[in-house]
């Protein structure tokens, strides 16, 4: 198993040395949720017992775009540099489920 484990860990150096990334920063919205007070978000909760009720269509719209344009500059750089276009996105809470979201949406060449 420890040839295994060198093997892992040999691929997994490869992957971070040839990869970038990015963990997108939402901007600051009054959430509903919240006593419309601001914080970081992507878009905005009613209420938690209903996710889609009053479902905030305009800044899923928008962050979608935010995202996608974060992605195709890290890829274009990358194409740039000579490097495979590899972009690794985190996020966390709502940038976790948008950056996931988004992500599995990009299987196709870069934009112009």
Request: with cysteine; proline share 5%; net charge neutral.
């Amino acid at each position: 198993m420890r040839g295994s484990s060198q093997c892992l860990e040999a691929a997994l150096t490869e992957a971070r040395a040839s990869s970038a990334r990015v963990a997108p920063q939402a901007p600051s919205r009054n959430i509903s949720v919240r006593g419309d007070q601001p914080f970081p978000a992507w878009f905005d909760i009613v209420t938690f017992k209903d996710l889609y009720q009053d479902e905030d269509v305009a800044s899923l719209v928008s962050s979608a775009r935010q995202i996608h344009l974060i992605i195709d500059e890290e890829r274009k750089r990358m194409v740039m540099a000579g490097k495979r276009p590899r972009v690794i996105v985190a996020g966390f809470s709502q940038g976790e489920l948008r950056s996931e979201e988004h992500t599995s949406e990009l299987q196709s060449p870069i934009r112009s």
